[in-house]
């Protein structure tokens, strides 16, 4: 039979099982700045999350706003000068930076015949800037678009 620790006698070497003294190995300085790490992370893509969600809502805004502009114009190229200026204005008012921004417009309907109803379509493009929040990604974000549409006035006079 083997002797353990509680039966050898007082001058034997004592054995120390480290798992039952309760130490866990680790320091605590370390685990709180990994936890601290992970929780930046975190909230820099939360960040992240919400300007997306920002920049969905306001190029949306932008895209309605340069619709509207241009279906009040009677010709297409006043139509598509108001219209960029329209969604430039929409996206500063929301401070909205775009590293690129296109505005496409339909304006077939702008110049056609007095009393036939018609449309005018626009798309605004967007690439989020992203290179202030210091996520690991291009400077650009990922490209938002939003497409809106607006009715031309079948009775209103056009050139």
């Not at 680790?26 to 709180?32: H, I, N, R």
């Not at 619709?67 to 008012?93: I, K, M, N, P, Y």
């Amino acid at each position: 039979m083997t002797p353990d620790a509680n039966t050898r006698g007082p001058g034997a070497a004592r054995v120390i099982d480290v798992d039952n003294v309760g130490e866990r190995g680790g320091s605590a300085s370390v685990e709180a700045s990994l936890l601290v790490i992970v929780l930046v992370v975190l909230l820099g893509f939360a960040i992240a999350g919400g300007r997306l969600v920002a920049a969905e809502a306001g190029t949306d805004h932008a895209a309605r706003a340069a619709a509207r502009v241009a279906s009040l114009h009677r010709d297409a190229a006043g139509a598509a000068a108001a219209a960029r200026a329209a969604a430039d204005d929409s996206l500063a008012a929301q401070n909205l930076r775009c590293a690129a921004l296109d505005v496409v417009l339909d304006t077939g309907a702008v110049g056609g015949v007095v009393g036939q109803p018609g449309s005018v379509t626009a798309t605004v493009r967007c690439s989020v800037v992203w290179s202030d929040l210091g996520l690991p990604s291009h400077s650009a974000g990922p490209v938002v678009e939003a497409v809106a549409v607006s009715p031309v006035d079948q009775w209103r006079e056009r050139r």
